[in-house]
């Protein structure tokens, strides 16, 4: 198990930028680190993910705009959010999980999360 503490959240402008963090507890070098957002009155969905070889994968709604990344020497994960759109109003949350086989598995539970609010 790995303990996530997510940071950088914030109130921000349409068209602006934030930076989200993810600090772990303990080392991610084989991890796949995943980012997730729950909206209010929405079911919470999966927003970027980046696997232990730096590879990156993001929901369509997010192409373009955010870009994740990871520094494996201080243990953190990032969240470049730019172009903000009042519909990336959420809390976002950041997750572990290990590969297996064809699968995977969580490997930190959900933390408290960080509040994104983008005003129009």
């Known amino acids: 198990q790995v303990q996530l503490v997510e940071s950088g959240g914030g109130l921000v402008q349409a068209g602006g930028s934030l930076r989200l963090s993810c600090a772990a507890s303990r080392s991610i070098d084989s991890i796949t680190m995943n980012w997730y957002r729950q909206a209010p009155g929405k079911q919470r969905e999966q927003v970027a993910l980046i696997t232990s070889a730096g590879g990156a994968n993001y929901v369509d709604s997010v192409k373009g705009r955010f870009t994740i990344s990871r520094d494996n020497a201080k243990n953190t994960v990032y969240l470049q959010m730019n172009s903000l759109k009042a519909e990336d109003t959420a809390v976002y949350y950041c997750?572990?999980?290990?590969?297996?086989?064809?699968?995977?598995?969580?490997?930190?539970?959900w933390g408290r999360g960080t509040q994104v609010t983008v005003s129009s």
């Open positions: 997750r572990a999980r290990k590969e297996a086989g064809s699968g995977w598995y969580f490997i930190s539970e």
